[in-house]
């Protein structure tokens, strides 16, 4: 059993800032070894940088919409959308073959992975009640074990960003990163406590939305190639 | 007839160069518009919605200017600024505005940084603080 106590330091907005430098980090090494101008890369990063950020408050803005609740906070589909919308203008106006859009999604799991590693320790997105191996006790939340679904999200998503990451060649790997992300969140978001009672939550019916679009990309490549050939 | 022909190799060249300028100037001129464009989506609509948000007391109109205005109006503003940057990299004014747009957030998140920083010293020197 693990057993977490309150932490006097804001590790949430630390390790998310972490999380926000390291899939820069990994947007400006794929794009240098992929010979884009280094002007540019630093132009598409800053870009990044604000669309994340804002998205994520965007995003949890809609979702939340309350006129009388005056709060902001991130939304981590929220980020993710924002990254993809960058990635899309930038290609408009650097045209480069998709390498833009390519090293955006490649980098999502490896930011989401890290970003849950926020929620675990500051004890938010909790999961269900659970008794097992590796439950985790917040002495200042429920103060009951709970299913650690923070830290199986984060270990599931730096497995898929190891996997992707080694198969960038693949023609089809920006819609498979996409489906296999939307596919382990929509099944992980079940074990959530906020879920336990819900049928299909929010971020589940973003999930499907994101597999459905990872299924249009497959079958537009595939019939481009069709066509082409 | 050679010097003729020399006459109008200049005359061409020196059309050549003035159709240059005037292209140049005229891309400048259209890069220094979107600039302002750029200026006014990033700077000038959020100080104004902020100034709002001073003077008149929350209500529904201010809480939908500051959660989806705001952040709206400095996306696009940074998108039409970044799309100025690649597509003139030699106007001078966009490079301005983004060199203050990067000041101006760094100055910022230090400013945040300190407030944010002071707030938990202040809370953690609070003893039996309720909640």
């Known amino acids: ?229 | 007839m050679m010097e003729k022909n020399e006459e109008d190799i200049e005359k061409k060249e020196e059309k050549n160069t003035i159709n240059n300028n005037q292209e140049n100037e005229s891309e400048n001129m259209r890069a220094d518009k979107l600039t302002n464009i750029a200026n006014t989506l990033v700077f000038t609509i959020p100080i104004f919605i902020w100034f709002i948000n001073l003077i008149c007391p929350i209500n529904e109109l201010i809480v939908i200017l500051i959660k989806y205005i705001t952040p709206l109006s400095i996306l696009s503003g940074l998108t039409l600024l970044v799309y100025i940057r690649i597509k003139y990299p030699y106007n001078v004014k966009s490079k301005k505005l983004l060199k203050t747009c990067i000041i101006t957030a760094i100055v910022i998140t230090a400013l945040y940084c300190i407030l944010l920083a002071t707030c938990i010293k202040m809370l953690s020197n609070c003893e039996g603080m309720p909640g």
């Open chain 1, 1 to 229: 059993m693990i057993i977490i106590n309150k932490i006097n330091f804001p590790i949430y907005g630390t390790i998310i800032i972490v999380s926000i430098i390291m899939g820069l980090l990994f947007n400006y090494l794929f794009l240098k070894k992929n010979n884009i101008k280094e002007k540019n890369i630093l132009l598409y990063l800053f870009l990044l940088f604000i669309y994340s950020f804002l998205g994520g408050i965007l995003f949890n803005s809609i979702i939340n919409f309350s006129f009388e609740n005056y709060t902001i906070g991130l939304s981590s589909y929220g980020g993710a959308i924002g990254i993809c919308i960058c990635s899309i203008i930038f290609e408009k106006i650097d045209n480069s073959n998709g390498i833009y859009i390519k090293s955006a999604i490649l980098s999502l799991p490896l930011i989401y992975a890290i970003a849950k590693l926020a929620c675990f320790f500051s004890g938010c997105c909790f999961g269900v009640p659970y008794k097992g191996l590796f439950s985790v006790v917040y002495t200042e939340g429920l103060n009951i074990p709970l299913f650690p679904v923070q830290l199986i999200e984060t270990i599931a998503f730096l497995c898929l960003f190891f996997i992707c990451y080694y198969n960038n060649k693949n023609e089809n790997i920006i819609s498979i990163t996409i489906l296999l992300s939307a596919i382990f969140k929509f099944i992980l978001d079940y074990f959530r406590y906020s879920n336990i009672n819900v049928f299909l939550s929010i971020n589940q019916i973003v999930s499907i939305f994101f597999i459905m679009i990872s299924i249009y990309l497959f079958f537009k490549k595939r019939y481009n190639r069709n066509v082409c050939n």
